[in-house]
């Protein structure tokens, strides 16, 4: 497809760009449907009615996170996918357009519980992890776990920690463990971090490494709420929280277990490979996308599908998650990040 399109350019046709793109909606339409025919042949989920019923959970889900957070669609479909995935989310933004209510709404929505860490210069590891104490009673240290414990944590302003306070929740985000005084103590099984930071800061700030942004399943931002939510936000008075959970601990197990079902098909999978190839071959690109962000484009377009009430991907999954899985984990020579980024995926798909 790009050799075509290198050869129209080449040749001045004044129509080529409308021509791919036609061609790249139809072969996209005809990869859909086929991928749709191989799988209706052979669903155990849909034969068992499990999909059915696991789809109206995760509808019940989006709905209630929007009934408190306003006019941010996308955002809470995003944020939902990137825990169905099983990996963390990184929103920055800037203060007050609801970070720390999405973080506390998805822990109530999801009956999980939620601890907030504010991550100041003067933050130590065992702050967020744990720390040993000496328990005279039974004369010897004894382990209390820190705020990293709880299975939804909010790591405010991140880049405002120390790099090895930062290092420390990151190792814990990465092995899902905590490790101390040579034990090792397992974190929740259903273990979300949402980091936030605020991109307008310059100092008295310790930016990210681009290793430790490569933990982030996700990075999105919340942006300001539009006019008619901002006049809902004035007569209720605010984004109030106060909601129950709609799923269990069984249940969300289950969506991780069912997501890591939902069938990639070689199609797809070239496409993701094609994508990775592209950014590693660009010349504006410092360092093209890692194995583990291509293992991360996999897991959140199967989360996309099951929001879409399907147990197989399709290429518009892949399209409605690609830039947010991948806008933090690659940096441009020059240039404006978030354009770049986006041409590399338009002239790829």
Do not use: C
């Amino acid at each position: 497809m790009q050799v075509f399109a290198d050869t129209l350019a080449w040749m001045h046709f004044p129509q080529s760009k409308v021509i791919i793109r036609a061609l790249i909606r139809m072969i996209s339409s005809m990869l859909t449907a086929n991928i749709r025919m191989r799988r209706a042949a052979k669903n155990p989920l849909l034969k068992k009615g499990i999909m059915s019923k696991q789809s109206n959970l995760i509808q019940t889900i989006l709905e209630t996170l929007s009934s408190v957070l306003l006019d941010k669609p996308l955002q809470i479909r995003l944020s939902l996918a990137s825990f169905l995935a099983g990996g963390h989310l990184l929103i920055e933004d800037i203060p007050g357009v609801g970070k720390t209510t999405l973080a506390l709404t998805m822990a109530r929505v999801l009956g999980l519980d939620f601890a907030r860490i504010q991550m100041t210069s003067d933050l130590l590891p065992g702050d967020v992890l744990g720390v040993s104490m000496f328990d005279p009673r039974i004369n010897e240290f004894r382990f209390h776990p820190g705020p990293i414990f709880h299975s939804i944590v909010l790591a405010d302003e991140i880049n405002r920690s120390s790099p090895r306070t930062q290092s420390a929740l990151l190792e814990a985000m990465a092995e899902k463990q905590v490790s101390a005084d040579g034990k090792t103590y397992p974190l929740p099984e259903n273990f979300l971090v949402i980091a936030t930071q605020n991109p307008l800061e310059e100092h008295g700030v310790n930016p990210l490494p681009d290793s430790q942004m490569d933990r982030f399943m996700m990075s999105i931002t919340l942006g300001y709420p539009g006019p008619e939510a901002e006049r809902e936000l004035l007569t209720r008075g605010g984004m109030s929280p106060d909601i129950e959970p709609v799923v269990s601990g069984i249940d969300l197990s289950d969506l991780r277990r069912l997501r890591r079902r939902v069938f990639l098909s070689q199609e797809i999978a070239e496409m993701i490979i094609s994508l990775t190839s592209a950014t590693r071959q660009n010349q504006e690109v410092r360092a093209g996308l890692s194995p583990r962000g291509m293992l991360a484009l996999k897991a959140a377009a199967q989360a996309w599908a099951m929001m879409e009430q399907r147990d197989y991907v399709i290429p518009e999954d892949l399209i409605k998650i690609a830039y947010n899985v991948m806008v933090h984990r690659i940096s441009f020579v020059s240039g404006n990040r978030e354009y770049l980024l986006r041409r590399i995926i338009d002239e790829t798909w």
